[in-house]
């Protein structure tokens, strides 16, 4: 680490009282030195670190990091608090402060300054010589390793009691080595969860782990010695992973993201086990050099599977869902519900007329729109048996539409075409032809079987079937609109951007393909309930701060806009730190907002949106209503709870900061 840290970088008394004032004062010596050209635009991207997942550490440390434009070269500055000061980790404030810089693009040189660094704090000697030492510039010698904490013998040196071996000392034994990939449908909250979580139990561990983030902005892949070179894989993910082929011949551990955030520890136990018993996973080349085509052994239970698979169709399905839906509802806000009937904007377009520009949203929206069905198809084909089931899977979705079959004509599509991939995959073919198999034989040999099951066998049945679900949602009144309220409202509330939130999501937009008066209503409770546990948790900061610590009232400021916008993850911070605690709470909201939403017949026609297409809302008032109930019911236990912990926990510091252990 030379070079990284010098003694301007170091700041023993730093008098800062909260964590981004102990980010400017750091960032100020990096300024200094010439290290960071921006001050306020390299704390932004702190901040949103941050905000990801807080970086304290058990042990009273905190590091503070980021990669930024506004840094020149990889830097580390070193804070000591003589108050302490809450990043975030369950044990309490941290007195060692660790601000990590490294350039916009630097991964390797992050990530390089990170694990350096997290392995030498594990050792309590380092970190003691750190609390002990007066003097900057021998802290930053400690830091870059140029000097050994007191006790230790130095670089180069030698102890004296040893005597000098007569035979070549033996070779330092290689850690454990482990590879993992997290990924989870939509946003970063739970894909970045996991990979801390695996990261930082790989570290207590003495294991070498590199993660491979596949979130919905794309990855970065994994080097192909690092993977190589590991003992066992982790795939910690609820969309199919991507290029699984690097993996195979190696154990894998297959679960959910969430096992990655609450059981890192279990899964590292069980990569090893598998490593030491010889257990290899075989995945099946498609051809391309892209994937698997199946799932492999490791896939585990056909439930899990199945749920991955669907997870992957709906993941790459909202983005069509958010953009389309606004603009319809954009365009209902300009002209009127009867502009959906207006012609084609090709044909007839006033520049100065505001139904054509209405009329120019909707069309744009429902030619977003139009796509809903064939990607669900394609991308839940895609999952099964990676990039050669994309075309069956797109033109099962597209038939579906043509017979009328819609939401449940793509899920049974997609399904279809991932098994028939599989299936002809599994065909050993003559060596020249493989090259051709996943661009030609594969896609139209695919494509054909899966017209055939859909025109001819299913098609009908399924579109009969998606009628039924049409009439039921249109006949629903009275205590049946109330208990779907509340299932849907459970549902939304239980793991909060998780697969069971994304099930109940998708089975609300599926009906805005084709909208009626009772999928409207479905669509209202479905985005009251997914608004109410950020804004439960905004409340609850507000009104009893002291159950929080510094870091959630934080979030909690944040979380009102948060649940505003319809961002169910902005309550993922609280739940992970306290989940025995918040999660009944904000289910219980969630399930009385869903009921009341359908009990006062509120209806939206757009998928997302929050409390900014109010406008569009049927029955707006009854609507806010409902979320407001849902909050406060959710804020009143949750505070209930927490005070009902605080009285039986030990008397909180003469600083009067409550401190809240995270339940286990």
Known sequence: MSELITADLVDLDLSAETKSEAARS??????????????????????????????????GIGIPHCRSEHVTAPTLAFGRSPQGIDF?????????????????????????????????????GFTGALRAENDSATAAALIRGDQAPAGAPGPGTQEAEEPEPDVTEPETVRPFRIVAVTSCPTGIAHTYMAAESLEAAARAAGVELSVETQGSA????????????????????????????????????????KAGINRPAELIAEARRKAEQGEITRIADDGAGTGSGGTGAASGHFGVRLRTYLMSGVSYMVPFVAAGGLLIALSFAIGGYEIASAKSVAEHFVWGEADSWAALLNQIGSAAFGFLVPVLAGYIAYGMADRPALVPGFVGGAIALTIDAGFLGGLVAGLLAGAVVKAIQRVEVHPTLRGIMPVLVIPLLASAAVGFLMFIVVGKPIASLQNALTDWLNGLSGSNAVILGVVLGLMMCFDMGGPLNKVAYAFAVGGLADPTPGSLKVMAAVMAAGMVPPLAMALATTVRARLFTRTERENGRAAWVLGASFITEGAIPFAAADPLRVIPSVMAGGAVTGALSMAFGCSLRAPHGGVFVVPLIGEPLLYLLAVAAGT???????????????????PLPATGESKVTAAA
């Open 26 to 59: 750091l960032a100020g010596r990096m300024v200094a030195a010439g290290r960071v050209t921006d001050l306020d635009g390299f704390l932004a991207d702190v901040a949103a670190r941050e905000a990801q997942m807080p970086t304290g550490l058990d042990g």
């Open 632 to 650: 406060v019911v959710s804020t009143a236990l949750v505070v209930t709870l927490k005070g009902v912990r605080r009285d039986q926990d030990t």
């Open 218 to 257: 794309g990855f970065a892949r994994l080097d192909p010695a690092v993977v190589a070179a590991a003992d066992a894989v982790i795939w910690a993910h609820d969309v199919e992973v991507r290029e699984k082929a690097r993996f195979g011949g190696k154990p894998i551990v297959d679960t959910g993201v």
């Open 88 to 124: 975030g980790a369950p044990d309490g404030p941290a007195d060692l402060i660790f601000l990590i810089a490294a350039p916009a693009g630097a991964d390797d040189d992050h990530l390089t300054i990170l694990s350096s660094l997290a392995r030498r704090l594990m050792d309590p």
